[in-house]
């Protein structure tokens, strides 16, 4: 499985222009089973999706964004979450949606797409995310913490500089070195 | 990529037994560069690695596990955060390892290998993750909060039961179905 070992390693997170070809049905269904294919704490599940296709309703959203991000993005899949404990305090909604949104960067990039994490854009003390789950019906006991665009990138795909494997990644002890 | 699409969609907890038959430093290697690979808010890069394939030092971390869990896997690969702000009071750490976890389940997968996210396992009030960290010297502004196992499958992998797709995905509204 090198190719999908490859693929892990080429995601990248991508805010250029994206090109006005529509993303069909069928594609956002394939990336949103991969993110409800994630592993949840318990089993609990706590994520659920809203893919936006229709194009009225992908522009009112657009305009509910400012700063504006995404405004070519011929779709949109919104990441909402649960506050489901699974076992007494503990409340693992966090993990289980990141999770979710991994899996669904990687299928967006095994599809052939581009997609960016938007998480504390949407999600800072101006409540945009608020706004979108009014517009979507979303009820009170959900909410919206992240936005992926999905389409095909128009510009260049580049690449964030990462510290060294030797920064991150020991053997057998913190900081022991291959 | 219908190949990475089946993985994804086929990766899935295994708590079971695992066969003595060690896993090679570069697949550790590889399955650490691929959770590096994840993507960070603001590429913060709280994440960190630790792979554990020394005999006599994996015995040590095991007596430490208590319940025990993992007790015959070939390798445990440990994760570390640290809490960097990506900007202002906002902190991504859980995201990042979340992503960073997801990544390497996917590549474990795709290696031949089997594993599980053990998190409140070692993460609760016992501490157990502290008496991990302790034992492979992480200095104090570094967290473990997850353990994965990594080896080959010694028993049946069992698939956790979900809800549909209709329950958890949506499109253009909340609660409306494709």
Redesign the interface.
């Known amino acids: ?1 090198i ?3 490859n ?3 080429s ?3 991508y805010r250029g222009k994206y090109k006005s070809i529509p993303v069909p ?1 069928e594609d ?3 990336i ?8 949840s ?3 609990k ?1 706590t ?8 194009e009225n ?1 992908l522009k009112d959203l657009k305009e509910l964004i400012n700063p504006p991000i995404c405004q070519t993005a011929p779709a949109f899949i919104l990441v ?1 979450t649960q506050k489901i404990y ?2 007494r305090d ?1 409340c ?1 909604q ?2 289980d949606y ?2 979710c ?3 669904m ?3 967006i990039k ?2 052939g797409y581009e997609s960016c ?1 938007y ?2 854009h949407i999600t ?1 003390d101006d409540d945009i995310a608020g706004k979108l789950a009014e517009r ?4 009170k006991d ?1 909410k919206i913490v992240c936005l992926l665009p999905v389409g095909v990138a128009e510009d260049e795909i580049k690449y ?4 060294d ?1 030797s920064e ?8 022991k070195k ?1």
Chains 1, 2 share one sequence.
């Open positions: 499985m190719g999908m070992i693929l892990i390693k995601r990248t997170s049905r956002l269904i394939t949103m089973e991969t993110g409800l294919a994630a592993p704490g318990c089993n599940q994520t659920s999706l809203i893919a936006v296709d229709d309703l909402l699974a076992y503990r693992y966090v993990q990141s999770a949104i991994e899996n960067l990687l299928a095994a599809l994490w998480e504390g800072d979507l019906s979303v009820p959900y964030a500089i990462k510290k494997f991150r990644a020991w053997f057998n002890g913190f900081g291959v």
